[in-house]
């Protein structure tokens, strides 16, 4: 059952701490993107990566950090440097390159700061 | 400075008629244009696209229309059901990879 999980789905953090949102796709995806969306906004895109071993910032990366070690695999880290990260955080798979391909979207991780 | 605009924040619709959703969008590189629909706690779920070089797509009862001189995008849905009412985003695509660029939503109402 192919498809893009985000865990956990809420999630709370006191001021000061670093959190980790995890995104898994099993849909052999190249390109992984993690976006942010707040009350009545759009989604704006933190980081993306196209390959493994590779990301590159979005439009409001500062206070977040990314890895990506497998294909499958692009975790979220939101820092203490995020000055107001209680938001819904998406992310997104797609292929790569070639013939335009929608994007694929988990469930959203709920981030508040308490 | 947003390249992708949803110039209405909310569209309140009967049921059984059309729901006009629009989109505007600044980037001429802007190469394939997507839909997507999204409910409360939930991730969007794409609904329909349309390539730069097409004017007009359809599927079932929803059309996306393009007009490219104008850069602007609409989607239509007809007829309109309540279980239609949700926030829909449009979203566009450059011609260097897959990144997509999305609007700010406009949230449909459709009343039964």
């Known amino acids: 059952d192919g498809g893009i999980t985000q865990s956990p789905k809420y999630l709370f953090r006191k001021e000061g701490q670093n959190v980790t949102l995890s995104c898994e796709q099993n849909?052999?995806?190249?390109?992984m993107y993690w976006y942010r969306q707040d009350p009545g906004q759009g989604l704006r895109l933190i980081y993306y990566?196209?390959?493994?071993?590779?990301?590159q910032k979005g439009d409001i990366a500062e206070g977040y950090s990314v890895s990506r070690e497998k294909k499958e695999s692009f975790p979220l880290t939101v820092t203490s440097a995020q000055k107001n990260p209680t938001a819904f955080y998406l992310c997104?798979?797609?292929?790569?390159?070639?013939?335009?391909?929608?994007?694929?979207f988990g469930q959203g991780t709920r981030l508040t700061v308490v | 400075d947003q390249q992708v605009k949803q110039n209405s924040p909310s569209l309140s619709v009967q049921e059984g008629r059309i729901s006009i959703l629009n989109c505007d969008y600044t980037?001429?590189?802007?190469?394939?244009f997507l839909w997507y629909k999204k409910y409360p706690a939930e991730g969007p779920t794409f609904l329909i696209s349309?390539?730069?070089?097409?004017d007009k797509n359809e599927d079932g009862r929803f059309t996306v229309f393009l007009n490219k001189s104008a850069k602007h995008l609409s989607l239509h849905i007809v007829p309109s059901q309540p279980g239609d009412s949700a926030v829909y985003f449009c979203?566009?695509?450059?011609?260097?990879?897959?990144?997509?660029?999305f609007g700010g939503g406009t949230r449909l109402m459709v009343k039964p």
């Open positions: 849909l052999n995806h190249d390109a």
């Open positions: 979203a566009a695509r450059g011609n260097a990879g897959n990144m997509l660029t």
């Open positions: 997104a798979s797609s292929l790569y390159g070639g013939e335009a391909n929608e994007a694929f």
């Open positions: 349309i390539s730069s070089i097409k």
């Open positions: 980037n001429s590189m802007f190469d394939y």
């Open positions: 990566s196209q390959i493994v071993n590779d990301f």
